[in-house]
Structure formats: structure tokens, C-alpha cells
């Protein structure tokens, strides 16, 4: 409405001043250095405007002139981060396809780019490894940050992958120390002590892992299974294992009396030809809810012909859990121990029939 108003008003004062402008034009006359223009007042402000236009439009285009080279480099610039994120896209594509050589070279395009550069320098030294290209890798790990958690674990990590598990217990050792909370990280040192060998230093840990909660409650009831009978079984047998020995005395009392640990236990007893003793142990500890996580240890366990009593309780079981494959799979390991292969047979068919999974332990 206001807009409206301002064009009328405008409009009426056009048409009360044209006639005037029209009939009296009047005129200016400038003389300058021996030279005299003369023109009309319209004539005059239309030469302003036209002029004022003239320099507007010579302004703006100087301006544009000014800033090309830096429309032309930030042009470029994008231009260039617009490939880097293309190939970072393609080289995980390649990744996860597992085509290492072409997400290796993929990755290390990307790095024309300056974000995520130690994400892609991780994925890009990882695809280099597997990939054949050891050197390659161990070149961008090292181009890592050298103080985050992140670079020690892919250090650590290819380590292990090349058969170098102490030197990665090592590396961890102190890194662990100074990020005790770091679970990834608490996680590796574990297992590279367990790729090691070194089963005294594991147990060591053990009070560690769980104060920090390396694992989950779920995942430590697994990992109890990974940590206990081949650590107890192996220092008996190297005749370093003592249940009185300070890293085993700092474990908590739940640890000492895990079933895992029970395992461990009666399987170094039975290497040593404690087979009836070895029995006791497992019959006095195991329990129903226990036997599918201790089922791939206990199968290892040469408890020969001392198996009677697990045997009963294993059928005592077998009345109200008759769909357990887990108990006919154990009957079966039972069945062997004391060489009735037939019945063994038999129960394995019958612990497939309930638990088809377990085809690939028994493989």
C-alpha cells in the first residue's frame, strides 16, 4: 500500500513538473581552460547519472579483476578437496570389500585433504599391510599422532599380525600404564600377553582389567574361559604356578574360584596324570548354566578312563534338560575318554540334532 502510494506521488510530481522542465529548460554554461560547454539542466543530470552509472559498472569490474586470482585459488582448493573426499569415499568402499591395494592408494589420495588425517592414515596403513606393503604401512603409523591412545593400538596391532606379540606386550606395557582407562587398549595388552605366551605377567593384569572395566560383564564371563586354563595349565606345567604366589593370591576371591579357573586346574592336573583329582575338581564346580562356555576347554582335558562321576552327573542333567546339545556333546567327550567310541558317535548325532553349531568345535 505504502509502495503504491509512492509511485502515485510520484507520478503526479512528473506530471506538474514536465511541463515546466519543458517550457523553461533552462541551461548551464561551464567554461574551463578556453573551452565553454553549454547544456540544458535535464541534459546535465542525465550526463550525471549516465557518468555515475559508467563509473558504478568500472568499479565493480575492477573489484572482480582484484579478486580473480583469489576466486581462481579458492576454486582450485575446492576443487581438490572435492576429489580428496571422493577418493576417501571410494577407498572405503575398497576397504571393506577387502581390495586392499586399491583402498590403499585410494586412502592415501584422500589425504590431500586436510580432515581426518590420522582416520585416514589408519585405514590407509592397515590396507597397506594387508595388502603386502609392510614398509608402506609402518610409514604412515608413524606419521600418526605420536602421544594418542589410537596410534599405539595400531601400532600394537600390526605387530601382533606380524608374529611379534612380546614386542606388542612391550609397547603396551607402559602405554596401558600411562591410560589405564583406555579399553581398546587394556583389551590388546591381554591378548598380545596371551600371543606371547606370557601367562604370569596375564594374570598380573587381571586386577587391573577389572578395576578399569577393560571388558563388560558379559564379556569378561568369555574371557575368563580365554585367560584362566591355558594360563593356570601352562605355568603348572613350566612349574611356575603356586596358588600361594603373590599374582595369584592379588586376584579376587570370585577369580580364584571361577570355573575358568577351575578348568585351568584340573587340566594341569590331568596333564600330570591327576586324572582322578582333575574329575573331583570339575564335578565339585560345574555347573548346568557353565557347561556351554567351558565346553570347548573341558573337551581338552585328558581325563582318560577317570570320568564316572561327571559322567552321572552330566545324565542327572540329561532328565529335565533333555534338549541340551551341550550335555550330549559332553557325554560324548566322556564316551571317548574311557574308548567307547560307538556310544561317543551316538551322543555327538544327538548333540548335532540339538546344537547343529557344534559342528564346527568338533572340527
Known sequence: MIRLLLIILLLAAAMWLGPLVLAEPGYVRIVLAGYTLEMTVVGLVVLLIVS?????????????????????????????????????????????????????????????????????????????????????????????AAEDPNTWFVQADLLIQQGQAAQAANLLQAKVAQQPKACGLGQLYLFSLQQAGQWQQLLEQVPAALKYRWFSKSQWAVQRYQIYPKAISSLVQSGHFSEQADYWQALPGRERKSVAAVIGRAWAKANQGQTEQAERLLVNTLALADIELAWPYLRQIPLGKSVLQLRKQVQHWLRDHAGNGYLYALLSWLAEQEGELEQARLSWKKALQYQPELAVSKG
Open 52 to 144: 555515475s552509472l559508467l563509473l558504478w559498472l568500472m568499479a565493480k569490474l575492477l573489484r572482480a579483476l582484484w579478486r580473480l586470482p583469489s576466486r581462481s585459488w579458492r576454486f582450485w582448493q575446492w576443487r581438490r578437496r572435492q576429489k580428496a573426499e571422493q577418493a576417501f569415499q571410494e577407498g572405503l568402499r575398497a576397504f571393506a570389500r577387502q581390495q586392499w591395494q586399491d583402498a590403499a592408494n585410494l586412502l592415501q589420495q584422500s589425504l590431500a585433504h586436510s580432515q581426518y588425517q590420522d582416520e585416514k592414515r589408519m585405514l590407509a596403513g592397515y590396507a597397506s599391510f594387508y595388502a603386502g606393503q609392510t614398509p608402506q604401512a609402518e610409514q604412515l603409523v608413524q606419521q600418526l
